[in-house]
């Protein structure tokens, strides 16, 4: 099968109405021998990019025809080394597992964990600036920094979007751990390129979130999502959750008070990872 990317214009999608249309596509995709194998989101300029698998530009086509009704504007044939030299490996979704004897039907994983969303400043601003080519060198330096924390600390890349990472962990000290390696990271990358730098917001949260495909939906990602979205560049914000369980690690917290995020009908109580500090008690 051939392997091709589209092009969605968005303005005014949300995150959650991407994720939905994805998961829709998963449903239809196998009627057309079609696979959809990731995509990537970017809400601030309102484009999202699909990768597929599909023996031809119309099986791809129909898939988002009948899921959701959302057609690309434009949709290419691209080879997976140009994908990956760009945007990293992409993993095939692993094959779901076989029904029981009984006919019933494999289970959705909710099994805890810790999701981290990063973001980077101002990337169209750069794009305009420095120009695709320029803006893409800066995007590898942004990834090769974020993954290099996510192996460290046990982090898993859910998915790329364009210009931030969303990562689950096992582990909320990991998680936590990764977030502040990679807010030093940055820090020293920007004082090596101070014409170029790269500031990131991170959130983090965590939960029970339902995974299908690898992907994982469900309100302890969106909280992650609209967390990093309110936290300043250079900047690493969590939920209380992630604050409890955290409790005699001694990172230093420091309590932002509660705030009121979109699609939330409580407030939300934050809090700042300080990671230019020591830890405390050190």
Not at 22 to 49: I, P, R, S
Not at 136 to 150: N, Q, Y
Not at 230 to 241: D, K, T, Y
Request: overall charge negative; hydrophobic content about 40%.
């Amino acid at each position: 099968m051939a392997l091709y990317m589209d092009l969605h214009k968005v303005e005014g999608t949300s995150a959650e109405d991407v994720a939905e249309a994805h998961m829709k596509d998963e449903e239809v995709q196998e009627k057309y021998g079609v696979k959809y194998l990731t995509y990537w989101f970017n809400e601030a300029v309102g484009k999202l990019f699909c990768l597929v698998e599909a023996p031809s530009v119309n099986a791809a086509v129909r898939v988002h025809r009948e899921a959701h009704g959302l057609i690309a504007d434009e949709i290419i044939e691209v080879e997976a080394r140009a994908v990956e030299g760009f945007l990293g490996k992409v993993e095939d979704a692993p094959a779901a597992t076989e029904p029981s004897a009984a006919g019933s039907q494999p289970t959705e994983d909710t099994a805890f964990r810790t999701i981290m969303f990063t973001d980077m400043e101002g990337s169209t601003a750069t794009t305009q600036r420095l120009g695709d080519a320029g803006a893409m060198e800066l995007l590898r330096a942004h990834d090769v920094i974020i993954r290099d924390a996510l192996k460290v600390y046990g982090g898993r890349e859910v998915k790329h979007m364009g210009d931030g990472i969303m990562a689950c962990f096992a582990s909320v000290s990991g998680a936590v751990e990764s977030a502040i390696a990679t807010q030093r990271a940055f820090a020293v990358y920007n004082e090596e390129n101070a014409d170029v730098p790269i500031r990131v917001r991170i959130g983090l949260s965590a939960g029970e979130p339902v995974q299908q495909h690898r992907d994982l939906f469900g309100a302890a990602v969106q909280l992650a999502a609209r967390i990093c979205r309110h936290a300043e560049p250079g900047q690493i914000l969590v939920s209380n959750v992630i604050r409890e369980l955290c409790l005699g690690k001694r990172f230093p917290f420091a309590d932002r008070g509660e705030t009121v995020l979109r699609g939330f009908e409580e407030p939300v109580q934050l809090h700042e990872v300080r990671w230019r500090e020591e830890r405390q008690g050190q």
